[in-house]
């Protein structure tokens, strides 16, 4: 069975700072992964994805996530924290094959604030 | 390409009664979505819809249902609410097996 753990609620960082926000997995077979950000009353905007290839991933906004497999963990980062960063960051993975293929498992979220 | 849209935004109903909510997806996508999102349960899968028909479901009740239509759009419908299913429903769509792309959501609160 997928799943996803996001072991910090909340991860504060100073404008300017590099961020990095965490997130575990476990799956059947090959995962494909995703981040996803929250500002509120809206819905999860598609920041990046890793589906093969190379472990560094690059997205929106100047985010990027490194993929180990060993560790099965894809964690996101950026070198600079920007205010408008701040939102809730979900992690996500689905399994590459297999009934429920398309189903996205998703962590609990991380609170990210920026502080100016 | 217009994003996915959601309607209505938010809805405010009684207990017992019946929900439908509505998603048009991205143009060219067909495959829809569906999830629950609640401060105790985070993101729940509902189903998922495939050229008009059910490929996935969660563990929800039966009083979840969908369907989707030939033009892509989609509808999911919560019969005999309950004060729990009071949720930010929020609708997914995306090319085959690729991203899934939200909408805004729909805010449901059951009185």
């Known amino acids: 069975a997928q799943s996803v753990a996001q072991p910090e609620d909340q991860v504060n960082v100073a404008e300017g700072n590099p961020l990095t926000v965490k997130c575990t997995y476990s799956?059947?077979?090959?995962?494909?992964l995703f981040w996803y950000v929250q500002y509120p009353n809206r819905g999860l905007q598609f920041l990046l994805k890793?589906?093969?290839?190379?472990?560094l991933v690059k997205g929106s906004y100047g985010f990027e996530a490194e993929f180990n497999k060993s560790q099965t963990s894809f964690h996101l980062k950026k070198p600079s924290a920007l205010v408008s960063d701040s939102a809730l960051y979900f992690c996500?993975?689905?399994?590459?094959f297999g009934k429920g293929a398309n189903n996205l498992f998703f962590g609990t979220g991380t609170r990210l604030t920026v502080i100016p | 390409k217009a994003g996915v849209t959601q309607t209505p935004r938010y809805l405010i109903k009684t207990r017992g009664q019946q929900v439908t909510l509505s998603c048009s997806p991205i143009?060219?996508?067909?495959?829809v979505s569906w999830y629950q999102q609640t401060p105790g349960q985070g993101l729940q899968f509902l189903f998922e819809?495939?050229?008009?028909?059910?490929?996935n479901k969660g563990n929800f009740p039966g009083r979840f249902s969908g369907r989707q239509f030939s033009n892509s759009r989609s509808e999911m419908n919560v019969s005999t609410l309950e004060l729990g299913d009071s949720a930010l429903y929020l609708c997914?769509?995306?090319?085959?097996?690729?991203?899934?792309?939200f909408g805004p959501g729909t805010r449901l609160t059951v009185t």
């Open positions: 997914a769509s995306s090319l085959r097996d690729s991203e899934q792309y």
């Open positions: 799956v059947s077979g090959n995962p494909y």
């Open positions: 890793y589906i093969t290839g190379d472990n």
């Open positions: 996500a993975v689905r399994a590459s």
């Open positions: 143009s060219g996508h067909r495959s």
């Open positions: 819809y495939f050229s008009e028909t059910q490929r």
